[in-house]
């Protein structure tokens, strides 16, 4: 895998608004938010897109919706929150290092898809 933007965030190349870290990922804010609440959620260990997952990845991904969750009561929004994940360009992944984005804070129209 290319050495990404999240990789360089992860490894401290680049600073970054973190919200959580522990030793499976890492929480920022992301830069573009699409609403008020909108972080990214990124593995350490590196994916390209969610497709490329492998059996070995299960405890590291079930981890990633766990520490959503946590992240989501952390920042009070648990009552009310998306979680997305896009995989491949077509579907409006633009960073080939898997991630979760945790989108609140704002009314999402029935039938309409964010993110």
């Given at each position: 895998?290319?050495?990404?933007?999240?990789?360089?965030?992860?490894?401290?190349?680049?600073p970054?608004?973190?919200?959580?870290?522990?030793?499976?990922?890492?929480?920022?804010?992301?830069?573009?938010?699409?609403?008020?609440?909108?972080?990214?959620?990124?593995p350490?260990?590196?994916?390209?897109?969610?497709?490329?997952?492998?059996?070995?990845?299960?405890?590291?991904?079930?981890?990633?919706?766990?520490?959503?969750?946590?992240?989501?009561r952390?920042?009070?929004?648990?009552?009310?929150?998306?979680?997305?994940?896009?995989?491949?360009?077509?579907a409006?992944?633009?960073?080939?290092?898997?991630?979760?984005?945790?989108?609140?804070?704002?009314?999402?129209?029935?039938?309409?898809?964010?993110?």
């Amino acid at each position: 895998m290319a050495d990404t933007k999240f990789a360089k965030i992860i490894a401290g190349e680049i600073p970054a608004d973190k919200v959580y870290e522990d030793e499976h990922c890492i929480a920022i804010n992301d830069i573009n938010p699409q609403a008020p609440v909108h972080v990214l959620v990124i593995p350490k260990q590196p994916i390209e897109k969610l497709a490329d997952a492998r059996p070995d990845d299960q405890a590291l991904l079930g981890h990633l919706m766990l520490a959503a969750g946590n992240i989501a009561r952390q920042l009070g929004v648990d009552d009310a929150f998306r979680l997305i994940v896009n995989n491949g360009a077509g579907a409006g992944q633009t960073v080939f290092h898997l991630h979760l984005h945790i989108i609140a804070g704002r009314s999402f129209a029935e039938g309409k898809m964010v993110g």
